[in-house]
């Protein structure tokens, strides 16, 4: 109880806190003198109020929405300004005013697309942006400003979503290494700017907005993903972004799901794939708006099944999903949302690399499986004080659980039978984060302050022991009081408070600085065995250790962003913040015999830094450069060692080797090729991309001459994806597009020493491989055909070595492989 006493009074000094910091800004002698633009929006057809409309400054820096009648009101500093008036839909308008002191009122009406070219203009008009876009300075109560942002729009895709493929989804995401574990999509394993992909645990990864991974800092990684054919969109925030969303080096991964249409009580879309190695995927939603257009709802429910590229690979998923939005009074929306998922899947192991030369389609483990299922809520409250102030609140909570069940030897030693290994994880935490965001002026000049709290409680099981001899996925302990590996808790308590404000000193040139104060109690509690066996196998010796464990570190991360916009449509950016990562409850306890881990390892700090320069010329060419510093202090990473008698095999040693950076370039660059000769409204639809990144990591600041200026694991020095995209409008108002992509990863390694190969399999180099894909999709009114050609030339290649599941060893990925899906939307 005192504990609870004690963490209950430090959220209300933090609360406190931001609402001190709030009214001082709200209440600052600075504010330059502002008068209100308002007026109403329609819809020129029937003169009806358009509710939700956008109404903004054409440099994104001033903008609200309508009411439910239509009306909209705008504080602005004297000056001239180009108004942007856009629904859903209808026709984008612009005006221009002049405005002084006085209040002002401006009208728009808004036209219906033109339906007479059978939905030609609306799709071309929607899909513009040929599935890659990037986020405005503020978008509900977050600030991208001066921070490098990606964002994935699904339905300009033309991809296997049934499937999950990252490598044709985030094709124009720069600097991503991706994993491919399995053919499914059921993890989504991606590492940017060089850190590693292992299951997405380098981003802060968030779904709607709050957290969806095991444990955002004991234990980040994401065992669910959520199925593509569910999304809206996907954003991508590097950089600055730890001040915001917490401290990792990432950066930020959020999935936004699909919400129900606005002008429907309901909307049923059904998709149904089949495709290679019997893959069968089924994808159901029904969405609406009804209540006098105040509760929106959408659901889904997805199925999943096959037996994979490789024998031993059957697998079952089911993910259903399900929200509500009630908007309770014209000024406070509420929403629930609730998220389930489980998947079974048998796991074909590693290979060595003689293996995967013989022939990469083979298996030699038959007993490896691997099990997830996860339950998460989400309450959230959104609440706009004033057309200038508003307010989000977030509570989530996850109850979920992982199982691993196999042989965990070496991949080069034959599994005999005898007793598996049970890995088993359960992770139950629950959370709150809560935003205030202001928008006000300071010496004329628009300005925009954040602040936020976070509170954090979560804890983690681990327990590891002897499972039966048997072939099946029968997931028990046979002595569940006394495990012969490990039985743990981990209870994790965090608490964090941050704010940003953006200084606009001219109206080119913005400021961002930002602070996070973070406080976090990491606990372990429980026990391990030390267990010996001789040359025949028989145990020897078997020691119960109990052990404790308390870790409490405070500390503040500091941040600045600088932007310039010379026109509207360049802008040059900067920024530097500061990073810190725990280390994962992983390393403290689990026995696995392909590594060991360093009994003193200790948390990593550092920082990102980003100078870019992006934009576009004349709506037919867009760009993003940006060069990136990643500093590393503390990394922890995998030596090669050999020193453990009697046999002195070697090992890996999980621990903090050294000091590292990363420095590189990302390139992306995309061309509209009709309007880059001058046809605007082109029926046929045709763009070139281009996604480069080149990656320089070393290892710097060590004595030890086996690392030192060695490359960091991991780490492809280059990345090439590029591409095209065709869309044509039939004569019928039909759609047909078709997208050509190539993927080229360079050589990297899997450990610190850069080992080229080892007999385990596990530490080696990953060769350089090159993957074609090809999709297109057929869409006329109610109906969709769409298929792919995944790994279109049948490249055989692998993009990681595993020290545990679903390895150990190579992991291959999955060759040819073809999906066909029919889908319905009425």
């Not at 994104?60 to 839909?89: E, H, I, M, W």
């Not at 940017?192 to 095991?214: E, H, M």
């Not at 000024?331 to 290979?351: C, I, N, R």
């Not at 309007?675 to 990656?695: D, H, M, P, Y």
């Amino acid at each position: 109880m005192y504990h609870f006493l004690r963490c209950a009074n430090k959220i209300i000094i933090l609360k406190r806190l931001l609402l001190v910091t709030g009214l001082i800004v709200l209440t600052s002698p600075l504010f330059a003198q502002t008068s209100v633009l308002t007026g109403q929006i329609r819809r020129a057809d029937n003169q009806k109020p358009v509710e939700e409309a956008v109404v903004t400054t054409q440099d994104g820096r001033y903008s609200t929405l309508t009411d439910a009648n239509g009306q909209y009101r705008l504080k602005l500093p004297a000056g001239t300004y180009t108004v942007v008036a856009f629904a859903l839909g209808l026709e984008t308008t612009t005006q221009t005013v002049l405005f002084g002191t006085e209040p002002q009122t401006l009208n728009f009406e808004l036209t219906e697309l033109a339906k007479n070219l059978d939905e030609v203009v609306v799709q071309a008009q929607r899909e513009r942006t040929f599935g890659i876009t990037r986020l405005k300075s503020v978008e509900g109560t977050a600030i991208y400003e001066a921070k490098k942002s990606e964002v994935v729009v699904l339905r300009d895709l033309t991809a296997n979503k049934a499937t999950n493929n990252a490598r044709q989804v985030f094709a124009k995401v720069t600097g991503l290494n991706i994993w491919e574990s399995d053919g499914a999509g059921l993890q989504l394993g991606i590492g940017g700017r060089g850190l590693s992909p292992n299951r997405t645990s380098n981003f802060n990864t968030r779904q709607n907005g709050y957290d969806i991974s095991a444990d955002a800092l004991g234990y980040p990684e994401s065992y669910y993903t959520p199925p593509m054919e569910a999304l809206e969109r996907i954003e991508v925030v590097r950089g600055a972004a730890s001040l915001q969303y917490g401290t990792q080096f990432g950066g930020m991964l959020n999935f936004r799901f699909q919400r129900g249409p606005k002008d429907k009580a309901i909307e049923v879309n059904s998709r149904q794939t089949i495709g290679s190695w019997g893959f069968f995927g089924s994808f159901n939603s029904v969405g609406g708006t009804v209540a006098d257009g105040k509760l929106n709802y959408y659901a889904f429910y997805q199925r999943k099944q096959g037996n994979g590229w490789r024998p031993n690979s059957d697998f079952t998923n089911n993910t259903a999903y399900g929200s509500l939005r009630y908007q309770v009074a014209p000024k406070l929306m509420l929403g629930v949302e609730y998220t389930y998922m489980d998947y079974l899947a048998q796991q074909p192991g590693g290979l060595t690399d003689a293996q995967f030369a013989q022939n990469p389609r083979q298996s030699i483990r038959t007993r490896n499986w691997f099990s997830v299922h996860w339950n998460l809520m989400a309450v959230t409250a959104d609440y706009q004080l004033s057309e200038r102030t508003r307010l989000n609140t977030r509570t989530f909570g996850l109850i979920a659980g992982r199982s691993a069940l196999g042989n965990l030897e070496r991949i080069n030693v034959a599994d005999l039978g005898g007793n598996r290994n049970l890995i088993d994880g359960g992770f139950t935490n629950i959370g709150n984060e809560t935003r205030l965001l202001h928008r006000y002026t300071v010496a004329g000049q628009p300005a925009t302050f954040l602040a936020g709290v976070r509170w954090y409680r979560g804890t983690t099981t681990a327990r590891q022991g002897d499972a039966n001899n048997q072939a099946g996925a029968d997931f028990y302990f046979l002595n569940p009081t006394s495990l012969e590996g490990s039985d743990y808790r981990f209870p994790n308590k965090n608490d964090a408070v941050f704010v940003e404000n953006i200084f606009n000193l001219s109206s080119k040139l913005s400021v961002t600085p930002g602070i996070r104060f973070e406080s976090i109690r990491t606990f372990s509690e429980g026990y391990y065995k030390q267990r010996v066996f001789d040359f025949a196998g028989n145990l020897i010796v078997d020691n119960r250790i109990d052990d404790a464990q308390v870790r409490r570190r405070s500390f503040p991360l500091l941040g600045l962003g600088v932007s310039y916009k010379p026109t509207d449509k360049l802008e040059v950016y900067g920024n530097v913040s500061q990073n810190y990562r725990a280390i994962n409850f992983s390393d403290l306890r689990i026995a696995n015999p392909n590594f060991a881990v360093d009994a003193n390892i200790k948390d990593e700090r550092g920082y990102t830094a980003d100078l870019g320069i992006r934009g576009s010329a004349e709506d037919f060419f867009t760009f993003d450069v940006t060069a990136f510093y990643i500093a590393y202090k503390d990394r922890i990473g995998l030596l090669l060692k050999a020193d453990q008698p009697p046999l002195y095999l070697d090992y890996r040693l999980r621990t903090n080797i050294a000091d590292s950076r990363n420095l590189g370039i990302e390139a992306f660059g995309e061309v509209d090729i009709p309007k880059l000769f001058g046809n605007r409204e082109a029926l046929t639809g045709w763009s070139v991309f281009a996604n480069v990144s080149l990656i320089d990591a070393r290892y710097i600041n060590t004595t030890d001459n086996t690392i030192r200026n060695k490359r960091v694991e991991q780490v492809p020095p280059v990345l090439i994806r590029t591409g095209s995209t065709l869309r044509r409008t039939l004569a019928n108002g039909a759609d047909l597009s078709a997208t050509l992509q190539y993927a080229y990863t360079g050589e990297h390694f899997t450990d610190a020493t850069n080992a080229r190969r080892t007999s385990t399999a596990v530490n080696g180099v990953i060769p350089a491989y090159q993957v074609v894909d090809f999709s297109a999709a057929y869409r006329w009114k109610w109906l969709s055909l769409e298929g792919t050609c995944n790994n279109l030339l049948d490249a055989h290649y692998f993009t990681r070595r595993a020290d545990a599941y679903p390895g150990p060893g190579i992991i291959p990925a999955d060759g040819r492989a073809f999906y066909l899906t029919v889908g319905a939307k009425f």
